[in-house]
């Protein structure tokens, strides 16, 4: 199974910006989809952004969509979360997670290995 280590979170103002990174180990990361998730107290983990294994095809939340972009670099194996125009509704625990099969991105449980996330935390 694939290791996952999430990092390039921290406090930033409203309307900052943020790079998150998430390096992959153990398996090869253009075997997997992969998805960016976030969970801030009190709340379900919810969906963030995904990238298939070519990187062709990528979706994002409505809440995140036209400021957010994820990319990937298998060379490097790490995918990326750059966020911009951040909000204070972002503030949570961003987890990279990876999937084997592509059936329903938007899904926690289609996804095999998690890491262990990093905090971002927007202050206004």
């Known amino acids: 199974q694939v290791q996952l280590v999430e990092s390039g979170g921290g406090l930033v103002q409203a309307g900052g910006s943020l790079r998150l990174s998430c390096a992959a180990s153990?398996?090869?990361?253009?075997?997997?989809?992969m998805g960016w998730f976030r969970q801030a107290p009190g709340k379900e983990r919810e969906f963030v952004a995904a990238?298939?294994?070519?990187?062709?095809?990528?979706h994002y939340a409505d809440s995140v969509e036209g400021r957010t972009t994820i990319s990937r670099d298998n060379a490097k194996n790490t995918v990326y979360l750059q966020m911009n125009s951040l909000k204070p509704d972002d503030t949570a625990v961003y987890y990279c997670?990876?999937?084997?099969?592509?059936?329903?991105?938007?899904?926690?449980?289609?996804?095999?290995?998690w890491g262990q996330g990093t905090q971002v935390t927007v202050s206004s």
């Open positions: 153990g398996r090869t990361l253009s075997l997997y989809t």
């Open positions: 990238i298939t294994r070519s990187g062709r095809i990528i």
């Open positions: 997670a990876a999937a084997s099969t592509y059936i329903s991105v938007m899904d926690p449980q289609e996804y095999d290995s």
